[in-house]
């Protein structure tokens, strides 16, 4: 089983709709990250998260520690949202595990 | 600027041959780690190292090896031994604060091939 696990693994959506990526971990950790990655290999970091709710411009992240969960929210999507998105978790002692990610994409 | 750099960008190696990637940062980050990511698959942990002279086996590290001698640097040596090499390679380095404030960098990626 993996460590960290994401859902959907697929999602299209409209352009301005509400998107919702959920992520599941099942051991100990200090923080949370989103990432998003785009063709061409590139990552960057969206949120980094060890308790409550994050917001930057129409992206929405938050955790619940004690429930092993968070929730990456996108607000009235965009086509250039499109992208992978991926939750990794920093597990004590540094190791830091990925999700498989979740392939979002936006039609206009 | 602070910032990750890895090196080199793509690579061509020859079945028996070693290769050593570059991973190089400037932000003071104490924690580095290797990636490998196969075409539509997510990323797996090769190796991490959370201290200058310390590192730790990942997920899939038969065939790699490390070192960190430096803070700066966290080179990875694909050896003849790993037996399906060729894959995106990507590094990352990060730092955890006091709060749960922190960092994550990514590098470019090095993307190798072999023939």
């Known amino acids: 089983k993996n460590e960290v696990e994401q859902s959907p693994q697929n999602l299209t959506a409209q352009e301005g709709e509400f998107i919702t990526i959920n992520c599941s971990y099942s051991?100990?950790?200090?923080?949370l990250h989103w990432l998003q990655q785009h063709p061409g290999g590139g990552i960057v970091s969206l949120f980094m998260l060890s308790s409550g709710k994050k917001k930057h411009g129409r992206l929405i992240a938050t955790i619940n520690i004690q429930e092993k969960h968070s929730s990456l929210h996108i607000t009235a999507s965009h086509p250039r949202d499109s992208a992978v998105y991926i939750c990794a978790v920093l597990e004590y002692g540094n190791k830091l595990v990925f999700g498989a990610g979740t392939i979002l994409r936006v039609k206009s | 600027d602070g910032g990750i750099t890895q090196s080199p960008k793509y690579l061509f190696r020859k079945e028996g041959q070693n290769v050593t990637l570059s991973c190089e940062q400037n932000?003071?980050?104490?924690?580095m780690y290797w990636y490998r990511q196969d075409p539509g698959q997510g990323l797996r942990l090769i190796y991490y190292s959370q201290i200058v002279n310390d590192f730790q086996k990942g997920d899939i590290a038969e065939g790699y090896s490390v070192s960190r001698e430096k803070k700066e640097s966290f080179p990875l040596t694909v050896t003849s031994a790993q037996k399906n090499p060729t894959a995106f390679y990507l590094c990352?380095?990060?730092?955890?604060?006091?709060?749960?404030?922190?960092?994550?960098?990514f590098g470019e990626g090095s993307r190798l091939t072999v023939l």
């Open positions: 990352a380095s990060s730092t955890l604060r006091t709060g749960g404030t922190g960092e994550l960098f």
């Open positions: 932000l003071n980050h104490d924690a």
């Open positions: 051991v100990g950790i200090s923080a």
